[in-house]
T-cell receptor, first 112, second 113 residues
Framework: KQEVTQIPAALSVPEGENLVLNCSFT??????LQWFRQDPGKGLTSLLL?????REQTSGRLNASLDKSSGRSTLYIAASQPGDSATYLC???????????FGTGTRLTIIP | GAVVSQHPSRVICKSGTSVKIECRSL??????MFWYRQFPKQSLMLMAT?????????EQGVEKDKFLINHASLTLSTLTVTSAHPEDSSFYIC?????????FGSGTRLTVV
């Protein structure tokens, strides 16, 4: 059974800093790994999707990496802005199973 | 891009009544949709997988007679919370899978009083 963990649970950084969010998974036979953003009381917005055969994906100031052998993914946010404040969730799906297993999330606060 | 519309966004109901939540894929056909619930400051927990034209598959511990799921068309799945109680108050979110990942609805905040 896939288990996904995110550490830390909460993070506060000053505006302008670069930061890294961590995601760990127990079953390396993943099909893909996806990063989402959730604002309070809202649904999920997809940020980046990394397929099993890929090692990283980039979109603007965001870069996500995937290391299946170590069971880890990271989300790098460059030049953070107050608007980046939200909860970030990673989720993994496995081969032969469309279900997404979500991590516990990291609540990010960017301090102006 | 793929859009999933979920309604209502908020609903307050009396204990013992039933509430229906709709999830529509607007610009693509979704043979499979997923229903999650999320308690405050917690992650999303999968409740069930909704398959068009067949019965939903429920996760362990989820009462299928309480959370009725119908996926009658390729663009619509509904979740009905029957005989709702205060402990059913939660944030419910649907999603649909596509080859390029998953798209989520905006969620429904259910409050049972």
């Amino acid at each position: 059974k896939q288990e996904v963990t995110q550490i830390p649970a909460a993070l506060s950084v000053p505006e302008g800093e670069n930061l890294v969010l961590n995601c760990s998974f127990t079953d390396s036979a993943i099909y893909n790994l996806q990063w989402f953003r959730q604002d309070p009381g809202k649904g999920l917005t997809s940020l980046l999707l990394i397929q099993s055969s890929q090692r990283e994906q980039t979109s603007g100031r965001l870069n996500a990496s995937l290391d299946k052998s170590s069971g880890r993914s990271t989300l790098y946010i460059a030049a953070s802005q107050p608007g980046d404040s939200a909860t970030y969730l990673c989720a993994a799906s496995n081969f032969g199973n469309e279900k997404l297993t979500f991590g516990t999330g990291t609540r990010l606060t960017i301090i102006p | 891009g793929a859009v999933v519309s979920q309604h209502p966004s908020r609903v307050i109901c009396k204990s013992g009544t039933s509430v229906k939540i709709e999830c529509r894929s607007l610009d693509f056909q979704a043979t499979t949709m997923f229903w999650y619930r999320q308690f405050p400051k917690q992650s999303l927990m999968l409740m069930a997988t909704s398959n068009e034209g067949s019965k939903a598959t429920y996760e362990q511990g989820v009462e299928k007679d309480k959370f009725l799921i119908n996926h009658a068309s390729l663009t619509l799945s509904t979740l009905t919370v029957t005989s709702a109680h205060p402990e059913d108050s939660s944030f419910y979110i649907c999603s649909a899978s596509r080859g390029s990942g998953y798209t989520f609805g905006s969620g429904t905040r259910l409050t049972v009083v």
